[in-house]
T-cell receptor
Framework: SQTIHQWPATLVQPVGSPLSLECTVE??????LYWYRQAAGRGLQLLFY??????ISSEVPQNLSASRPQDRQFILSSKKLLLSDSGFYLC??????????FGPGTRLTVL | QQQVKQSPQSLIVQKGGISIINCAYE??????FPWYQQFPGKGPALLIA?????SEKKEGRFTISFNKSAKQFSLHIMDSQPGDSATYFC??????????FGTGTRLQVTL
């Protein structure tokens, strides 16, 4: 069966520091991968999605970037965090069908 | 139009009652309509989904009703339980493309 992992689970970072969040999927090949952000008590905002290695589409202009160095690995990065980057970051995957499955999330607090 | 409008924003239902959450969409090309359930601090979990070729789909206590002509779909939770207290998101997509999410409904089931 397929599983999706995200780490770290929680992260507290100062403003201006770099960021790297990692997502990996097991048990499947060539998945579509997604990064979402969820502000406190709010809906899901799609940040990036990828249909293959090195293929990244950005949905919202911001100081975040994404990379997909391996088939089942998706990384969300920032060179300098802003206060507004705080939120709950969710990775998701889908393959060949419409169903999209989410990971456990990373709670990021920027101070 | 890519929006999916969800209502109500919050809902309080007594144990044993019926919870009803509604969503409306504009894009007639949408052909996949899932509902997600999210508990605090967790990633959303796919609950149930429907395609426009059927008007209703039932899985246990959860039912999706779909009205293609009105471009609306709803989630009904029968015999609501305190364990159903969560945030529910509707979504829509077309031809395996990105999901467009509603803004979420916070459901509280009281004893």
């Amino acid at each position: 069966s397929q599983t999706i992992h995200q780490w770290p689970a929680t992260l507290v970072q100062p403003v201006g520091s770099p960021l790297s969040l990692e997502c990996t999927v097991e048990g499947t090949s060539n998945p579509n991968l997604y990064w979402y952000r969820q502000a406190a008590g709010r809906g899901l905002q799609l940040l990036f999605y990828s249909v293959g290695i090195g293929q990244i589409s950005s949905e919202v202009p911001q100081n975040l970037s994404a990379s997909r160095p391996q088939d089942r690995q998706f990384i969300l990065s920032s060179k300098k965090l802003l206060l507004s980057d705080s939120g709950f970051y969710l990775c998701a995957w889908s393959i060949g069908r419409d169903e999209q499955f989410f990971g456990p999330g990373t709670r990021l607090t920027v101070l | 139009q890519q929006q999916v409008k969800q209502s109500p924003q919050s809902l309080i239902v007594q144990k044993g009652g019926i919870s009803i959450i509604n969503c409306a969409y504009e894009n007639t090309a949408f052909d996949y309509f899932p509902w997600y359930q999210q508990f605090p601090g967790k990633g959303p979990a796919l609950l149930i989904a429907i395609r426009p070729d059927v008007s209703e789909k039932k899985e246990g206590r959860f039912t999706i009703s779909f009205n293609k002509s009105a471009k609306q779909f709803s989630l009904h939770i029968m015999d609501s339980q305190p364990g159903d207290s969560a945030t529910y998101f509707c979504a829509a997509s077309r031809r395996r493309s990105k999901l467009t999410f509603g803004t979420g409904t916070r459901l509280q089931v009281t004893l």
